[in-house]
Nanobody, 119 residues
């Protein structure tokens, strides 16, 4: 089992920045690829970014490339998402998730952290 707890969300003006954190506990954090997803009101959850276990590979949704940065610190068992130049359409609950090395899908999810971008 892996427990994930997100933090760092809040209210920010359009064009502003936030850094989200996701602290993991339980099994070996470095065995997991980590991802960030978001769900806006009335919309489906969507992929934002992912990072593999060794930080040798990072991938982003096209809509956030160049503005968001995913990173991880395996010693601290934490994954981060830096959000820059936010726009109001990115108001959503942001979730982190963990996927085992051989897993086909994300096995573990956090409870989410709210990001609200005002215009």
């Amino acid at each position: 089992q892996v427990q994930l707890v997100e933090s760092g969300g809040g209210l920010v003006q359009a064009g502003g920045s936030l850094r989200l954190s996701c602290a993991a506990s339980g099994r070996t954090f470095s065995n997991y690829a980590m991802g960030w997803f978001r769900q806006a009101p009335g919309k489906d959850r969507e992929f934002v970014a992912t990072i593999n276990w060794s930080d040798s590979s990072r991938n982003y949704a096209d809509s956030v490339k160049g503005r968001f940065t995913i990173s991880r610190d395996n010693a601290k068992k934490t994954v981060y998402l830096r959000l820059n130049n936010l726009n109001p359409e990115e108001t959503a609950v942001y979730y982190c998730a963990a996927k085992g090395l051989t897993a086909a899908k994300y096995d573990y999810w956090g409870q989410g952290t709210q990001v609200t971008v005002s215009s």
